[in-house]
């Protein structure tokens, strides 16, 4: 199994960058899809962005596409998210999320979970 714990949330600016690291522990990393899921206030937790065990291949929400990019070194068992351009409606709780059978947009099939990290845009 796997722990997520994410880091590098925090308050910025629209416009302004930010990015968000997960680290996970355990030796199995590399046989986990990794997702990242938000959630604001009131709202269901959403599909960010997810990464292949191999990082083969990418999927992105079409809220954060061409703006959002998720990678992972699974040398250093982690996993990051580049948020880019960043709008105040990208305000919300992220989530790492680890899936033994790989990607899914859907945060439910995921099988461990971080805490989450604070990411706040101000207008």
């Known amino acids: 199994q796997v722990q997520p714990v994410e880091s590098g949330g925090g308050l910025v600016q629209a416009g302004d960058s930010l990015r968000l690291s997960c680290a996970a522990s355990g030796r199995t990393f590399s046989s986990y899809a990794m997702g990242w899921f938000r959630q604001a206030p009131g709202k269901e937790r959403e599909f960010v962005a997810a990464?292949?065990?191999?990082?083969?291949?990418?999927y992105y929400a079409d809220s954060v596409k061409g703006r959002f990019t998720i990678s992972r070194d699974n040398a250093k068992n982690t996993v990051w998210l580049q948020m880019n351009s960043l709008k105040p409606e990208d305000t919300a709780v992220y989530y790492c999320?680890?899936?033994?059978?790989?990607?899914?947009?859907?945060?439910?099939?995921?099988?461990?979970w971080g805490q989450g990290t604070q990411v706040t845009v101000s207008s």
């Open positions: 990464i292949s065990k191999s990082s083969g291949s990418t």
């Open positions: 999320a680890a899936r033994f059978l790989g990607t899914s947009y859907n945060h439910r099939a995921y099988d461990y």
